[in-house]
């Protein structure tokens, strides 16, 4: 890595969050690839550049939680801006999907175009074309993955609800 600028990508952000869905459980790349939909090369250089950046331990297997939460709460929307699009057919995501539409009422659904969806709504591009179909998968996934597109996407209301439940899902206290 040395004499190479090491640059973020958006799915840095969907590997780092389903390695914290998985807990204390200990995770492989292999797996961790398949569940994805993101080739092991991918994860193998992803990792590597979150190490790089402080958002994984340098062992590449803890996820510096402080560190991830203060880069969604501060850095994300400026990284990987979205804005809403059209109305497709596709997965919630955002205040649409749980937690955050147990406490947020709108006529407005956000989604993550996807042929077998079950609501239209206005198109969200998600951090990773794999991400509705991994999603579906892994319902702690889908939540933190909806709960980063609102601090993505949302209103201040919206935004400050989901940095407080994604500081409550990292352990970080209150």
Request: net charge positive; no cysteine.
């Amino acid at each position: 890595m040395k004499g190479k600028q090491q640059i973020m990508s958006p799915h840095d952000i969907v590997i780092l969050l389903k390695i914290v869905s998985y807990g204390n459980e200990p995770w492989f790349q292999k797996p961790l690839a398949e569940a994805l939909g993101i080739s092991q090369s991918e994860i193998s250089k992803s990792l590597n550049r979150s190490k790089y950046a402080g958002l994984l331990a340098p062992n590449g297997k803890t996820v510096m939680r402080m560190a991830l939460f203060e880069f969604l709460q501060y850095g994300l929307r400026y990284v990987f801006p979205q804005k809403p699009g059209p109305v497709v057919r596709g997965v919630p995501t955002s205040h649409s999907a749980s937690p955050l539409k147990e406490q947020i009422q709108s006529t407005e659904a956000y989604v993550w175009p996807y042929g077998k969806g079950s609501v239209r709504g206005h198109s969200i591009v998600p951090l990773y074309p794999s991400v509705p179909e991994a999603a579906l998968k892994d319902a702690n996934l889908h939540e933190l993955l909806a709960l980063v597109d609102a601090v993505r996407v949302g209103r201040a209301r919206e935004k400050e609800l989901a940095i407080a439940d994604l500081k409550m899902r990292l352990a970080l206290g209150e």
